[in-house]
């Protein structure tokens, strides 16, 4: 006998519903009525946000008790922490296992929360946007499967990318006054700059003078509080103006 696909369809329109939460507090709602259908137990969202100074805003949003997301908040791990090294070097999702994580590192102390909360296996992704990168985790217990098939895992990573663009609008809408970063032709010449081209390179890409991409590379430098155009591109790739080319 042919054995049925149980897998249920993407609910789209619900997905679509998340980019209209008119606050936080509706969008954790909806959430949480959306996360069952994925077999997640909890999320969490970890937004690095760019000031117009080059300096990063942290804001987190989660279904996690208010312990665990403490211990995010305020553990330093980004160098000795795992996860955090793979989403800096690679744009796929990653699978792993709690029990995984706390052997690598064991001071982790929200990776043992997370653990003693019953937590056993987590999904996390990156999603850049307009000076904006996101850290999304999906949690699933350690008594439960956990995103068991292909389309399981395909539809999570639609989720998450759902999921980081409605943080995005609801933080451009708390903070009306948020211009650009870069300028478009700032930007322009350090995505081409990142892409290994030179400045006379840029400038026949771009129709400009020579003269003119050093002006551009030199003033995206200073808004990014870097000296060099290297660390301009590498600050560019940490705080999700640029995506890296690794």
């Not at 989660?62 to 403490?70: E, G, R």
């Not at 989403?87 to 929360?113: F, H, I, N, R």
């Not at 949690?139 to 639609?158: R, V």
Request: glycine letters at 6%; one cysteine or more; proline letters at 3%.
């Amino acid at each position: 006998m042919e054995k049925k696909n149980s897998h249920r369809p993407l609910p789209n329109a619900d997905l679509t519903a998340l980019l209209n939460s008119k606050d936080w507090e509706e969008l954790r709602e909806r959430m949480s009525s959306l996360i069952t259908v994925f077999g997640i137990s909890d999320f969490m969202l970890k937004m690095n946000i760019a000031s117009l100074n080059g300096n990063l805003q942290c804001h987190f949003f989660s279904s996690l008790p208010s312990a665990i997301l403490d211990l995010f908040a305020t553990d330093k791990m980004d160098d000795s922490d795992s996860i955090n090294r793979h989403l800096a070097k690679s744009s796929l999702p990653l699978l792993w296992e709690v029990d995984q994580v706390c052997a690598l590192a064991p001071g982790a102390a929200a990776y043992t929360k997370l653990k003693s909360h019953g937590i056993g296996h987590g999904l996390s992704m990156s999603a850049y946007g307009e000076n904006v990168v996101c850290r999304v985790d999906f949690y699933g217990l350690e008594s439960a499967p956990f995103l068991a098939s292909l389309e399981q895992y395909a539809d999570a990573h639609l989720f998450g990318s759902y999921l980081a663009e409605a943080a995005r609008i609801l933080w451009q809408k708390t903070a009306p006054s948020q211009a650009r970063l870069l300028s478009p032709r700032e930007l322009e010449c350090l995505h081409w700059s990142a892409s290994g081209k030179t400045s006379q390179e840029i400038g026949q890409i771009l129709g400009i003078s020579q003269h003119t991409v050093y002006f551009h590379l030199k003033n995206v430098a200073t808004k990014l509080n870097v000296y060099g155009t290297r660390h301009a591109i590498s600050r560019a790739i940490t705080i999700g103006i640029i995506k890296s080319k690794i």
